[in-house]
């Protein structure tokens, strides 16, 4: 059975977030004054082949914990669902 995982990476709330920044400094000039903060992360889909959901959110763990997050600056949310 094939699943999707559904991946945010995003900075830790502790982290200056420079493109965050960089993006309310324009939203400012762009008369966009209502927007006070602004985060950027990244939004990562797996497709994971596994006999169950458990086994495809494992694999999943396993993948952001190895390679697509670094939890010293980031932190990151996972759902799976049926493909």
Do not use: W
Request: with cysteine.
């Amino acid at each position: 059975m094939v699943f999707k995982a559904e991946i945010d990476v995003m900075p830790l709330k502790e982290l200056l977030d420079p493109k965050g920044k960089a993006v309310a400094g324009s939203m400012h000039n762009l008369s966009l004054d209502a927007i006070k903060d602004v985060r950027i992360g990244k939004h990562i889909q797996l497709h994971i082949e596994a006999a169950n959901a458990a086994e495809a959110k494992k694999i999943a763990e396993e993948a952001c914990k190895k390679l697509l997050a670094n939890p010293i600056m980031e932190s990151y949310t996972l759902t799976i669902h049926e493909a």
